[in-house]
């Protein structure tokens, strides 16, 4: 079955470092790939999203390339700051998997000042 | 339209007891979904609808949890008996289905449920 692995948490970085948070996917089909962001206190929502191989997601600084090859979709950002810290899922969805999504275990990320 | 809405945002209950969530989606989205999300964890798929029908089910989901969406509008989502284990944030989200769709889910706030 489709499966999301994704790095631990919690990451903690000063404000203004690079991030990157790694995320591998497993999927039978030809999956879409999402980043959702949970701040704190609020629901999730959609950062970015990449439909299929090679594209790029981009939104408030943040980018994901898919990569078939490697069945990656890292999460990165040249520059965070505070307001970065969240919780960040990583997920899939595709027709093989009935329409679902199906979501990793999310990276809590913390900026410090 | 303000999103997806969900009520109660807070149920705490005895063990035992019954308790129900209610879910308003999108109007124009078709598809409806339930996730169950514990701390520290990604959200766990529970059901879907399209429309009224419930097209999938978790297997990891017991008898004591039901799902409905009568009139492919709003849902609810019954647990009986409750127990301990069930405590939990319940999400609703939904999505658009058809050409052009991207499988993008917009989530409710969820339901936050604490079984005593």
């Known amino acids: 079955g489709n499966s999301v692995t994704q790095m631990e948490g919690p990451v903690t970085l000063s404000e203004e470092a690079f991030l990157t948070i790694n995320c591998t996917y497993t999927?039978?089909?030809?999956?879409?790939l999402f980043w959702y962001v949970q701040y704190p206190g609020e629901g999730l929502q959609l950062l970015l999203k990449?439909?299929?191989?090679?594209d790029k997601g981009s939104n408030k600084g943040f980018e994901a390339t898919y990569r078939k090859e490697t069945t990656s979709f890292h999460l990165e950002k040249g520059s965070v700051q505070v307001s970065d810290s969240a919780v960040y899922f990583c997920?899939?969805?595709?027709?093989?998997?009935?329409?679902?999504?199906?979501f990793g275990a999310g990276t809590r990320l913390f900026v410090k000042a | 339209d303000t999103g997806v809405s969900q009520d109660p945002r807070h149920k705490i209950t005895k063990r035992g007891q019954n308790v129900t969530f209610r879910c308003d989606p999108i109007?124009?989205?078709?598809?409806l979904y339930w996730y169950r999300q514990t701390l520290g964890q990604g959200p766990e798929f529970l059901t879907y609808?399209?429309?009224?029908?419930?097209?999938?089910k978790s297997r990891l989901l017991s008898d004591r949890f039901s799902a409905e969406r009568p009139k492919g509008s709003f849902s609810t989502l019954e647990i009986q008996r409750t127990e301990q284990g069930d405590s939990a944030m319940y999400l609703c989200?939904?999505?658009?289905?058809?050409?052009?769709?991207?499988?993008?889910?917009?989530f409710g706030e969820g339901s936050r449920l604490t079984v005593l």
């Open positions: 989200a939904s999505s658009r289905s058809g050409q052009g769709s991207t499988g993008e889910l917009f």
């Open positions: 999927a039978t089909g030809y999956p879409s």
């Open positions: 990449a439909t299929k191989a090679d």
């Open positions: 997920a899939l969805s595709d027709r093989d998997g009935g329409f679902k999504t199906i």
């Open positions: 109007s124009e989205h078709n598809r």
């Open positions: 609808f399209q429309n009224e029908a419930q097209l999938e």
